[in-house]
T-cell receptor, first 113, second 113 residues
Framework: EAGVTQSPTHLIKTRGQQATLRCSPI?????VYWYQQALGLGLQFLLW???????NRGNFPPRFSGRQFPNYSSELNVNALELEDSALYLC????????????FGPGTRLTVT | AQSVTQLDSQVPVFEEAPVELRCNYS??????LFWYVQYPNQGLQLLLK??????LVKGINGFEAEFNKSQTSFHLRKPSVHISDTAEYFC???????????FGTGTRLKVLA
């Protein structure tokens, strides 16, 4: 069974640009979670999507947004990129009602120059 | 507010020696507890979790952890480490009634030959 996949593996952008990161959950998983792993800050919860709806949001500005598609894949968009947005962005997925068992993808490393 | 503290940012240990990675949490509600491992350039892999029941939890790769409610701790232990255990280890909680992880800042375990 395929795990959570994320694309691209690496992404390099300049300040002010927009970045789009993609995540495909494990088959049968309807919930997708996004986390940011920035140097020195550890892993922080960003967003949770379930059945196409945003269910919860971490303490991040509105320029971090996303969506979940009918096939449960998800997209994270970061607008007006800042240098401190450079981080590893991890996506996780879970079965319906089993948020306590999240499976993580390998991440997308975003570098903002 | 809930928080997770991993006091040791780095732990060097010789191969075949025992190791303990410390984790303490603070929460006004009950929590579910997790340990994840992250190998270089990879996502997170679940080592073990405590949801309820026996306070001694056994996980993969020979790791175990003990939940101590009075000390609000969930330390990770392995009786004999291998070079391949070199990785970063994250302690995390999910407060009851929420569905988002709160991660510690991680402990880098370096196993020396």
């Amino acid at each position: 069974e395929a795990g959570v996949t994320q694309s691209p593996t690496h992404l390099i952008k300049t300040r002010g640009q927009q970045a789009t990161l993609r995540c495909s959950p494990i088959s049968g998983h309807t919930s997708v979670y996004w986390y940011q792993q920035a140097l020195g800050l550890g892993l922080q919860f960003l967003l949770w999507y379930d059945e196409g709806e945003e269910r919860n949001r971490g303490n991040f500005p509105p320029r971090f947004s996303g969506r979940q598609f009918p096939n449960y894949s998800s997209e994270l968009n970061v607008n007006a990129l800042e240098l401190e947005d450079s981080a590893l962005y991890l996506c996780a997925s879970s079965l319906p009602g089993l948020a306590l068992e999240q499976y993580f993808g390998p991440g997308t490393r975003l570098t903002v120059t | 507010a809930q928080s997770v503290t991993q006091l040791d940012s780095q732990v060097p240990v010789f191969e075949e020696a025992p190791v303990e990675l410390r984790c303490n949490y603070s929460s006004s509600v009950s929590v579910y507890l997790f340990w994840y491992v992250q190998y270089p350039n990879q996502g997170l892999q679940l080592l073990l979790k405590y949801l309820s029941g026996s306070t001694l939890v056994k996980g993969i790769n020979g790791f175990e952890a003990e939940f101590n409610k009075s000390q609000t701790s969930f330390h990770l232990r392995k009786p004999s480490v291998h070079i391949s255990d070199t990785a970063e280890y994250f302690c995390a909680v999910i407060p009851s009634g929420t569905y988002k992880y709160i991660f510690g800042t991680g402990t880098r375990l370096k196993v020396l030959a």
